[in-house]
């Protein structure tokens, strides 16, 4: 594994549902996400909330799904493994946008 590889990696998911998908119907989603963390061994965690910005500025995007790694090459076994993808070819369709974004946490030292 290279050394930039190396390190706690996230995974971001920032959806907005399509119209017409029920709450009941994100939850079941959500906890079939979430149990991809007992089938995926490069999946170390899983996370996920709706915005409760004051803002409003999500632009439509309200659940935010975070899966930590602890590689980039995690994420890439992960993308491959056949309950990922099983998983994910049922969930995208459900989506009217969605985002994804991989980052690895960085400190700021002051």
Known sequence: MEEGEKGEVKHILLAKFKEGIS?????????????LVNLVPSMKAFRWGKDVSQENLHQGFT????????STQGITEY?????HVEFANMLLPQF????VVDYK?????L
Not at 23 to 35: G, L, S, V
Not at 64 to 69: A, D, L, N, P, R
Not at 79 to 83: E, K, L
Request: glycine share 0%; hydrophobic share 25%; net charge negative.
């Open 23 to 35: 709450e009941q119907q994100i939850e079941n989603y959500t906890k079939q996400y979430a149990n």
């Open 63 to 70: 659940h935010v799904f975070e899966s930590t790694f602890e």
């Open 79 to 83: 993308i491959h493994h056949p309950d």
């Open 96 to 99: 009217e946008k969605v985002i």
């Open 105 to 109: 946490p960085t400190k700021v030292q």
